[in-house]
């Protein structure tokens, strides 16, 4: 669920795995894979001899992934990514202690690196998916992005003790233009927000910069380093994103001196839009997409139900892992309850008390700062419930302004009939629509007209 707990991760202890049930990627967390044994691993899946191919695993993945996992995590990659085809390629980086593997395997709809660690012993000691970076051909941009009007530049700026890595696209011949700071959803997301082969936050870069409106895109710091939520185990949601925000606003502040800047959050980054600018009086306004206003565990359980009444290709193992899931959703009704084991949905004790304890309609109350937010009627992880709280609330403000769009998902991509999670996979643009009501809406403000 690559999305804003659409990209729903779960934090685990000792490692950062992210299972995104939306999106029905499993990845399975950074457990630790030579030649031959790699090949036949591979080719052990291919032919679909799964029981086979986990004869491999040492000791350590035999505890991790119990048997008949592989294939129902195989399964899952095929429901979300379509028909396997065939490997494009392998990498090996040898090390003393091991031997690592990046295997690019071709599906019907998108690319997946296979991440295999191989040790002495020659058996497989770790095993991870996650969708590549590896393409066929040039990049194609949306329709209504002009890469004349534009720049694009790589830029570095610290947080803390992090060094923070991102994108500033700058409009080309305008003098004083708005620079709008973009934050993912939640997890460790890149700056483009790719999910499968679609990058929602590029298509928004590109055509805004294609408008006039600058932007400031990064990769969290859950991504570059992963290690963060174990060296700070009272790691919260303002860690995740006011803390992070706050520095990408400290350095587009400091390098354009004088411009309005504005915020941009998707998904959990919309959610957290008041306590962000509540926090950070340099923020003139906040445009929210596909904001929740419901608790995270809510969304988490609505759409779990969601995929189960709508797909009849879970088998029994599938429904007994999404009921295990559903269980712990539960319990996080009562934080405290104590719960023995893996941290609620992996995630820390700490990260839901910081959620519980942030009542964003309260906060967003307090703000004065205009608010755009925008919502897809065919989003089934933050749905129109959410976006008619938010309007109920805040609708007779005149610093609010509120615009929803029948045919778009979660993506703010177009599609027709019920949003599933496989319209991810295939490729497609942020709708023009969208771009366009974000940098007309910006450019008003700029010019003094509220709408």
């Not at 709508?310 to 295990?324: P, W």
């Amino acid at each position: 669920m690559r999305q804003g707990y659409p990209c729903l991760c779960f934090y685990k202890e000792k490692e950062v795995t992210m299972k995104r049930y939306l999106l029905v990627i499993f990845m399975l967390g950074i457990l630790y894979l030579n030649g031959t044994v790699v090949d036949q691993f591979i080719e052990d899946i291919e032919k679909g001899n799964f029981a086979k191919a986990e004869e491999s695993y040492n000791k350590t993945l035999v505890e991790v992934l119990k048997p008949g996992r592989l294939e129902i995590v195989w399964n899952s990659l095929a429901e979300s990514a379509g028909k396997y085809d065939k490997v494009v390629s392998t990498t090996a980086d040898v090390r003393e202690e091991f031997t690592s593997y990046t295997v690019v395997l071709k599906f019907e709809y998108i690319f997946i690196d296979m991440l295999i660690t191989v040790d002495k012993e020659e058996l497989l000691s770790g095993l991870f998916f996650k969708p590549s970076t590896y393409s066929e051909g040039e990049e194609k941009l949306p329709p209504y992005v002009d890469k004349k009007s534009y720049f694009e530049e790589e830029v570095e700026f610290m947080c803390g003790d992090y060094l923070m890595k991102g994108s500033l696209v700058v409009p080309k011949g305008r003098r004083g233009f708005p620079i709008l700071v973009m934050a993912t959803g939640s997890g460790p997301n890149d700056r483009d927000e790719t999910v499968g082969s679609n990058k929602p936050f590029r298509d928004l870069a590109y055509g805004l910069g294609s408008m006039g409106v600058a932007t400031l895109r990064y990769d969290k710091r859950t991504l570059t380093f992963p290690k963060l939520l174990n060296d700070k185990p009272d790691f919260d949601i303002d860690d995740e994103y006011t803390v992070e925000v706050k520095a990408a606003v400290d350095f587009v502040t400091e390098k354009y001196k004088g411009r309005n800047i504005y915020y941009l959050g998707h998904s959990m980054g919309a959610f957290m839009a008041p306590r962000i600018l509540n926090n950070d009086s340099r923020i003139k306004a906040a445009v929210m997409m596909a904001a929740n206003a419901r608790p995270l565990e809510d969304l988490v359980y609505e759409q779990v139900e969601y995929i189960m009444n709508m797909n009849d290709s879970f088998n029994q193992k599938d429904l007994d892992e999404i009921a295990v899931r559903r269980d712990n959703i539960k319990k996080i009704k009562d934080i405290s309850v104590k719960v023995e084991g893996t941290p609620l949905l992996g995630l820390s004790k700490e990260y839901w008390l910081s959620l519980n304890r942030y009542n964003l309609i309260e906060e967003a109350a307090v703000s004065k700062n205009p608010i755009l937010v925008l919502q897809g009627e065919r989003d089934y992880q933050v749905t129109m419930t959410d976006f008619n709280i938010w309007k109920s609330n805040f609708d007779l403000d005149g610093n609010w302004n509120f615009l929803s769009y029948e045919k778009l998902n979660h993506l703010f991509m177009s599609g027709e009939g019920p949003s599933k999670p496989k319209e991810y996979m295939v490729p497609n643009f942020v709708d023009r629509t969208v771009i366009k009501d974000i940098s007309n809406w910006i450019l008003n403000l700029e010019s003094g007209r509220r709408k």
